[in-house]
């Protein structure tokens, strides 16, 4: 008998033309490092009394399908989550390298069906109506760059066959810690351990009385930009910009040699005023828990651009 194997799991996206319908074709097969994307339903127990000591049978409750997907900060695949994420981009460029702008701000969010697949098993399970509700990332000196995109989904269906078809597959160029850099107001920010950013569409599930136990929707809110940075204490610039208050434009880019780019500017960046310790003869550190903010010149709270040969996402 075959046992399921993470190492042979499949993963294919396709966006829906209709909130919850999976679409005929058009899916892609997607890179990922893990996947807690799934339903569930619980149990409730019996509360009713008069039948002796041993419980009667428990009723379902409603349907949960929710989770996590880790993908690589790749060139191509990256576009797809940036869609989920901020809505559908503004490409230029006559032929390849195109450039993808995605802007925040938007209240209509596309619908994903995502399916994975264990084909030993065989089992396909197919994520009807996902929408993203965060992605975050880290930015450190070494280690594997990844990101994490948690989905809401609507529904689950498995069978023993795919839905999705034959994915078209994407040619994997993935970025590295290597390849990144920060700057602030246009300048390089020196010093920086380490940094977080999370962007959250904090969406708000449509939790009607249906037969089927779903949702109805997840519609995004008043979105949310937040952060970390770490950095070696060498001068008062962070700290007084925090003292007086002021906001900052921030930078975080990546670049392959092959001409490829993801850069994610942040308008509009308000940092605390953090606590400066001395916890041993080694080198000061200081942690900025970062919020940002619409900035009222350029209108919006971020925008990210990702430069590679995909023509339309």
């Known amino acids: 008998m075959a046992r399921a194997q993470g190492a042979r799991a499949l993963m294919a996206l396709a966006f829906e033309t209709t909130y919850g319908t999976p679409p005929v074709g058009g899916f892609t097969r997607m890179p990922f490092a893990s996947t807690s994307l799934g339903a569930e339903q619980p149990l409730l127990n019996s509360e009713l009394l008069g039948y002796g000591r041993d419980p009667l049978a428990p009723i ?12 690589p900060l790749d060139a191509e695949a990256l576009g797809f989550w940036l869609k989920a994420a901020f809505g559908t981009p503004t490409t230029t460029g006559a032929e390849a390298p195109y450039t993808h702008e995605f802007q925040s701000g938007s209240w209509t969010l596309p619908g994903m069906s995502i399916e994975t697949g264990m084909p030993e098993v065989p089992r396909y399970a197919m994520y009807s109506g996902c929408v ?6 880290q930015m450190q000196r070494s280690g594997l760059l990844t990101a994490t995109a948690r989905l809401v989904a609507q529904g689950e269906t498995f069978g023993t066959t795919t839905s999705a ?44 009385i249906r037969s089927d136990g779903r ?28 003292i007086n208050g002021e906001a900052c434009e921030m930078e975080f880019a990546y670049v392959l040699p ?10 509009a960046v308000y940092l605390p005023r953090p606590r400066i310790e001395i916890s041993g003869p080694q080198g000061v550190q200081a ?8 900035d009222s010149v350029v209108g919006r709270m971020c925008t990210a651009t990702l430069i590679n040969d995909i023509e339309v996402y």
């Open 60 to 71: 379902k409750d409603a349907v949960t399908a929710d989770g996590d997907v880790v993908v």
């Open 132 to 137: 993203l509700d965060q992605i975050t990332w």
């Open 165 to 208: 078809g034959t994915p078209a597959a994407l040619e994997l160029k993935r970025f590295g810690h290597f390849n990144g850099a920060i700057t602030r107001n246009g300048s390089a920010l020196g010093n920086v351990v380490s940094a977080e950013i999370t962007y959250a569409n904090n969406l708000d599930r449509i939790e009607t």
């Open 215 to 242: 949702i109805d929707g997840a519609d995004p809110s008043i979105a949310a930009l937040t952060g970390r940075i770490e950095v070696r204490f060498a001068d008062q610039t962070l700290v007084t910009q925090a």
């Open 258 to 267: 092959s001409g490829e780019s993801f850069t994610f500017t942040v308008h």
């Open 287 to 294: 942690t900025f828990d970062w919020q940002a903010a619409r």
